[in-house]
Nanobody, 115 residues
Framework: VQLVESGGGSVQAGGSLRLSCAASGIIFRLHAIGWYRQAPGKQRELVATITTGGSSNYLANSVKGRFSISRDNAKNTVYLQMNNLRPEDTADYYC?????????WGQGTQVTVSS
């Protein structure tokens, strides 16, 4: 499986970004996908997950009401819409295939939020 994250950047607090995760090497529509993030000096944490059918079944408390996750199975892509960004959202963001026993990570995309 190959995962390519994109869409990161530098924004001011209150801004928005949409991250994309393009997957290949799997039958994408059959797998749940998760977004993780890792801030400098901190452990990687799960931010959001989405089921095969597109129902968002998990959002971390820290991002509820601000982030949303969606998928386009025709494009083999999962999105993370991030609104009202805060400095504490600054991190490298990664996606991962949650089902099927895959343990691959993409290169991540960096998000920097300034106050």
């Amino acid at each position: 499986v190959q995962l390519v994250e994109s869409g990161g950047g530098s924004v001011q607090a209150g801004g928005s970004l949409r991250l994309s995760c393009a997957a290949s090497g799997i039958i994408f529509r059959l797998h749940a996908i998760g977004w993780y993030r890792q801030a400098p000096g901190k452990q990687r944490e799960l931010v959001a997950t989405i089921t095969t059918g597109g129902s968002s079944n998990y959002l971390a408390n820290s991002v509820k009401g601000r982030f949303s996750i969606s998928r386009d199975n025709a494009k083999n892509t999962v999105y993370l819409q991030m609104n009202n960004l805060r400095p504490e959202d600054t991190a490298d963001y990664y996606c991962k295939v949650l089902t099927g026993g895959y343990d691959s990570w993409g290169q991540g995309t960096q998000v920097t939020v300034s106050s």
